[in-house]
């Protein structure tokens, strides 16, 4: 991605950081999840990826590590592989409870507006539509809507849910989404 001088400098501190937090503490998810995080946002996504994969060797019944690098995997259009993390971390997040997701880059409010459960079905959905599965991205964003529990998620998920329908020629069910 493009950054500024400016942004740049910042995400280099703020990735060194995070090496740093993971050197101390190198069996902590959380630290794993951040290292791909700042990697990812500048750019290094192939990189990020090899993170996440290495901290799903460490911790294979994490989701949050499948839905990013799941998220990773959309970025670079490797829709098989992305579909696969988020089938995987669907499983993984089923009958717990839902947790809100802190953002790396935040918005003006400093309000986080997703949680991990609104994530992994919106993704879901992504790869399939992207894909051109509509019938799967369907089932997914109906998920999606279930747990988008604040007007960001709830509008990101209903506009992909009205393309979804659309896209299935559905344009009276797309219709009554709005």
């Not at 400093?110 to 019938?135: C, E, M």
């Amino acid at each position: 991605p493009q950054l500024s001088a400016e942004t740049r400098r910042e995400f280099e501190t703020k990735l060194n950081e995070a090496r740093g937090l993971l050197e101390k503490d190198p069996r902590s998810a959380d630290h794993i999840i951040w290292l791909g995080r700042r990697t990812a946002y500048l750019g290094r996504y192939k990189e990020a990826i090899a993170i996440y994969s290495n901290g799903i060797k460490q911790f294979p019944a994490d989701a949050r590590l499948y839905r990013h690098r799941g998220h990773r995997y959309i970025t670079l259009r490797c829709f098989d592989a992305a579909i696969a993390d988020f089938e995987k971390a669907s499983k993984l997040i089923k009958g717990r409870p839902d947790e809100i997701e802190p953002d790396g880059l935040p918005n003006a409010r400093n309000i986080p507006t997703s949680t991990l459960q609104s994530n992994v079905w919106y993704h879901l959905g992504l790869a399939h539509y992207l894909k051109g599965d509509f019938r799967l991205a369907l089932a997914a964003y109906r998920e999606a809507k279930k747990v988008s529990t604040n007007a960001d998620m709830l509008v990101a998920t209903t506009h992909w849910l009205y393309m979804t329908l659309r896209r299935l020629g559905r344009e009276d069910e797309a219709n009554k989404t709005v």
